[in-house]
């Protein structure tokens, strides 16, 4: 049996629900744009955090830097400042003088004189044995 | 058909199309020169001015004295520099930098308008101007110069010790003398490599650099040097020097237990930090370069060889005349001589007679072997770039009948004031030998240390030794050492007084001298060697004493050093051993 054409009438209502069915496919269109340039506003978002961390590092490498230019600036001072020549001209400046007369307490057990390798680390080393 | 008619309206549509064809075309051919037939190059010219390979500086070690005290530490100054090929208006940017950094205006416009990419506008500036002239580029918008870190190597105690320590070129910081030129392997690390990229500006981009190798720092060196002795031993050579008119002197003190070069002075010396009155002549470290003829301080290695091989006693009696000829050579004393001596008696005396005959009944064989024994003929330490091996002939070349006399009193064989420090310490040291050295320890920047231990023999029995020990008492308590005579502590030594030995003229000085003293403290527990050497020491002391023998000039000098020096060391003035 041979279908035969459907009314015209019919034919309009089927197109118009076709119509009326693909009508949603927009949205997840929509959605996937605003993705997309919620994604690329993200992404230069990121980037541009990424830079200003990056540049926050530097900030913070150039302080630590500075720090360490102190930190050895100072060693250098303290240890011209503890140079014998120096102590002896201010010492002189002050008018302190050898005395001519010297009188030697000896303290039991600490008669012990120059020492080896080991022995110069010994303080740093107890105290580390001290610590937890 | 009709003919369409032409129009003027069409013929400037033709004029401004052919305009556009050909302005595309331009375009087109100018696309295809970047992006086609020039691409390669433009690219890489782009990279080069954005991209650099840049060398990281390693730290260069610290080098300390015995208590953990900076004597050599590097830290790191600014430098300005330029990219020659940024830099828009040279004359306009020397005019502005020149007066900040303190460099001259023509030569500066000369530097910024070279071909380079790189040359140095200021170097080890300051903090106060590198911050004026970071203000001063900014705010004139000048292109192409930066600031880059440069090594400083600083010596904090300034001239102290600094023949030892040694320096470094001024350029890229390689150790050139001394200590710095040994270690210079330890001390300098490893450069590390990195790639950056910059801006227009020749600022690093961030997070555009690439890490290719890291740096290693270089190790920290620990000298056996103690800051105060040295100080003491300076400043009394000094005193010394000044109070004789010596050209010059070294000094030397060692630890004799374990070899431990406690001070070592070479005057006149030099300050590192201060290169503007630097004299080449007083690089060189007196005290293991210098050879001298040792004199009456050799005396004891005769003494000691013929106590050894049972050849005399402290008490075997000799005649002493005050002359005796060997082959065409006459040797004779300062002074007149008892018709006998001891052994004691000669070794307290320092009489050229009595030595000479002790070392005819020794023989050339059994002297030598002595001699090579107790370390003379080759370096003393390893520790020590350009050290002199001084002289000793092998006996096989003593030829001359008078080799082996005058060996016995000290010419004809050359040593440093080293090698004698370490004769001396040999005899404090109950006869064992060790290696003298400076370097205690080397610390790698991972932590590792490497603990110097020094070679050790024995040369004579402890019982020769402490024979020596208390005859070389006897020279200072009543002999030709009494200057060095210390209130709180019994010393004992040599004097040794030579006559200068010209090159220039291949004859010995009628008036300089060699005055040596070398001394022993305390001397009956022995704790430190000190030897004193003043080069042509002149004039009179008090008394008419003449100024041009150990024993007056450098004698005093021992006396200072060796009693601050323990003191310094903490050892007991009531001290009293076994000996």
Redesign the interface.
């Known amino acids: 049996m041979t279908a035969g054409a459907l009314p015209r009438s019919t034919a309009r209502r089927v197109g118009a629900r076709e119509q009326t069915r693909r009508r949603p496919v927009v949205r997840p269109l929509v959605i996937f744009t605003i993705a997309v340039i919620l994604t690329f506003f993200a992404v230069i978002y990121s980037r541009i955090s990424?830079?200003r961390t990056?540049?926050e590092?530097?900030r913070l490498d150039r302080e630590i830097?500075a720090e360490q230019?102190i930190h050895?600036?100072l060693?250098?001072d303290y240890?011209?400042l503890?140079?014998?020549?120096l102590i002896?001209q201010r010492a002189a400046a002050l008018g302190l003088v050898y005395p001519e007369d010297r009188y030697?307490i000896?303290i039991s057990g600490?008669?012990?004189?120059?020492g080896?390798?080991?022995d110069?680390w010994m303080d740093l080393r107890a105290l580390f044995v001290e610590q937890p | 058909m009709a003919r369409t008619k032409f129009r003027f309206v069409d013929l400037r549509l033709i004029a401004v199309g052919l305009v556009f064809v050909l302005a595309w075309a331009g375009i087109g051919y100018r696309l295809f020169r970047v992006q086609g037939a020039d691409a390669a190059e433009l690219a890489q010219l782009g990279f080069d001015q954005r991209v650099r390979h840049e060398t990281i500086q390693a730290k260069r070690g610290t080098i300390y004295d015995?208590?953990?005290?900076?004597?050599a530490?590097t830290?790191?100054g600014k430098a300005l520099v330029a990219d020659p090929s940024l830099v828009e208006a040279p004359e306009e940017a020397a005019a502005i930098l020149a007066p900040i950094v303190d460099v001259d205006y023509v030569e500066l416009i000369q530097r910024l308008e070279g071909d380079g990419r790189f040359t140095y506008v200021a170097r080890r500036l300051e903090s106060g101007t590198v911050e004026r002239a970071r203000e001063a580029i900014e705010s004139a918008d000048l292109i192409g110069f930066s600031f880059v870190?440069e090594p400083l190597r600083?010596y904090?105690?300034?001239a102290?010790a600094a023949p030892v320590i040694g320096i470094t070129r001024l350029d890229d910081g390689t150790g050139i003398e001394g200590i710095e030129a040994v270690m210079e392997t330890e001390l300098a690390g490893h450069p590390g490599k990195r790639v950056v990229e910059r801006d227009q500006s020749g600022r690093?981009i961030?997070?555009a650099d690439f890490l290719l190798e890291p740096s290693v720092a270089g190790s920290d060196v620990?000298l056996t040097l103690d800051?105060?002795i040295q100080?003491i031993s300076e400043?009394s050579l000094q005193a010394g020097i000044d109070r004789s008119g010596a050209l010059g002197g070294s000094v030397i003190v060692l630890?004799i237990?374990?070899g431990?070069i406690?001070a070592m002075v070479s005057l006149p010396g030099f300050d590192g930090s201060d290169r503007s009155t630097l004299d080449p002549s007083t690089l060189r470290n007196r005290a293991i370069t210098d050879v001298y003829e040792p004199g009456s301080t050799l005396k004891v290695v005769t003494v000691a060889a013929a106590l050894e091989e049972g050849v005399v006693r402290p008490d075997t009696p000799f005649e002493t005349p005050n002359e005796i000829e060997i082959g065409d050579e006459t040797y004779s004393d300062h002074g007149s001589n008892p018709p006998v001596m001891t052994v004691s008696d000669i070794v307290a005396q320092s009489s050229n007679v009595g030595t000479i005959k002790i070392q005819r009944q020794l023989g050339n064989e059994a002297h030598y072997r002595y001699l090579d024994a107790f370390g003379l003929g080759r370096p003393a330490s390893i520790d020590f770039a350009g050290e002199s091996t001084g002289r000793l002939d092998h006996v096989s070349e003593w030829n001359n009948v008078a080799a082996g006399p005058s060996a016995a009193i000290g010419y004809g064989v050359g040593a440093t004031p080293l090698q004698m420090a370490s004769v001396f310490a040999t005899l404090a040291n109950d006869g064992e030998w060790v290696e003298p050295h400076v370097i205690?320890?080397i610390v790698g920047s991972d932590g590792g240390r490497t603990?110097?231990e020094p070679r050790r023999h024995r040369v004579v029995s402890a019982e020769t030794a402490r024979t020596m020990r208390t005859m070389l008492r006897r020279v200072v308590e009543d002999g030709t050492g009494f200057r060095a005579a210390i209130d709180?502590f019994p010393v004992g030594g040599k004097t040794g007084t030579t006559d200068k030995f010209d090159v220039a003229t291949g004859k010995y000085s009628d008036t300089d001298t060699i005055a040596w003293f070398i001394g022993i403290a305390p001397i009956d527990d022995p704790?430190?060697v000190v030897v004193v050497v003043l080069d042509s020491p002149s004039g009179m002391i008090a008394g008419g004493y003449d100024m041009s023998f150990g024993g007056t000039s450098a004698a005093p000098i021992f006396a200072e050093i060796a009693e601050s020096t323990l003191h310094q060391?903490?050892?007991?003035?009531?001290?009293n051993g076994d000996a």
């Open positions: 990424l830079d990056a540049f590092l530097q830097a230019e050895w600036d060693r250098v240890a011209r503890q140079a014998p020549a002896t030697t000896e600490m008669a012990d004189t120059v080896g390798p080991e110069r | 015995r208590e953990g005290i900076e004597l530490v830290v790191y870190e600083i904090p105690s300034g102290l690093a961030p997070q620990v800051r105060e100080y400043t630890n237990a374990n431990e406690l205690a320890e603990i110097t709180e704790e430190i060391l903490g050892v007991s003035p009531t001290h």
